[in-house]
């Protein structure tokens, strides 16, 4: 897996996060404990940081980018980001779920709990309300999630999080 420095920021990755041989992280880049990312992802920043939060899953082909000073890249606990999804120096609130084909520019911000439909877009600087279902181009708010949906996110970041744990130590033997 390529694990690469950009200039003197080299990405830290906490020894419990599972990061598929197939994954690229580069740069200023912190990964938490049980963080699974899948082949294919790239994980990339160049001026500002990626900060990915604890059981928080990134998917096959997505793609995480800071490169501007102002926009970091702030991924919160028990975040699930679907398949090829694009987001660039963004915040995303804690068990947040982006599906599928999603794409995030600079600056937007999603609030705690937040779906975002497959293939939704979320212009510059747009801020989405936390526990709100969203979807469309750009993504718009369809209706407010209930407290049981947002704990049903929130387990299933968690039982993402165990198999890769399971499959990390079946790995490494640790």
Known sequence: ???????????????????????????????????????G???????????IGEN????????????????PAIIGNNVVIGTSAVLHGVYVGDTANIGEGCVVFDGATLGEGVVLAPGSIVPSNVVIPPRSMNSGAPATQIRELSRDEIGKQEARAVIIADVFQKLRTWQTGI
Request: net charge negative; aromatic share 4%; hydrophobic share 40%.
């Open 56 to 71: 928080s899953c990134v998917q096959d082909s997505v793609v995480i980018h800071a490169h501007n000073e102002d926009s």
């Open 1 to 39: 897996m390529p694990i690469l420095p950009f200039g003197d920021q080299n990405p830290k990755i906490d020894p419990k996060a599972y990061i598929s041989t197939q994954a690229t992280i580069v740069g200023n880049v912190d990964i938490a404990a049980r963080v699974s990312v899948w082949p």
């Open 41 to 51: 992802a790239v994980i990339r920043v160049d001026q500002a940081s990626v900060r």
